[in-house]
Nanobody, 122 residues
């Protein structure tokens, strides 16, 4: 059973950087699949932010690419999200997930973390 768990401070001031970590158990992030970050602002749809593939390649949403960085610590089986220059519009529930079957409609996010709240406020 693959499990994912998000962690991080959760409260960030405007203009600063939101940093979150996803800890994966039950499977290696270096063996297969892609490992994604997804967020959902209150009252809005889910938004894919980016992903890191098992080979270390990264992919980002065009709308967030300039502010988003995804990295990994293979020794800890973790991958992390850094979202810089945040504003209150970045307030959302943040989720990490495993993606299988490739990008597009052929793939699906089959395992999710429970999510963690990211709040941007003074």
């Amino acid at each position: 059973q693959v499990q994912l768990q998000e962690s991080g401070p959760g409260l960030v001031k405007p203009s600063q950087t939101l940093s979150l970590t996803c800890t994966v158990s039950g499977g290696s992030i270096t063996t297969n699949y892609a490992w994604s970050w997804i967020r959902q602002p209150p009252g809005k749809d889910m938004e894919w932010m980016g992903a890191i593939n098992y080979d270390g390649s990264t992919y980002y949403s065009p709308s967030l690419k300039s502010r988003t960085s995804i990295s990994r610590d293979t020794s800890k089986n973790q991958f992390s999200l850094r979202l810089s220059s945040v504003t209150p519009d970045d307030t959302a529930g943040y989720y990490c997930a495993r993606r299988t079957g490739g990008k597009g409609d052929s793939g699906r996010n089959d395992y999710w973390g429970h999510g963690t709240q990211g709040t941007v406020a003074t």
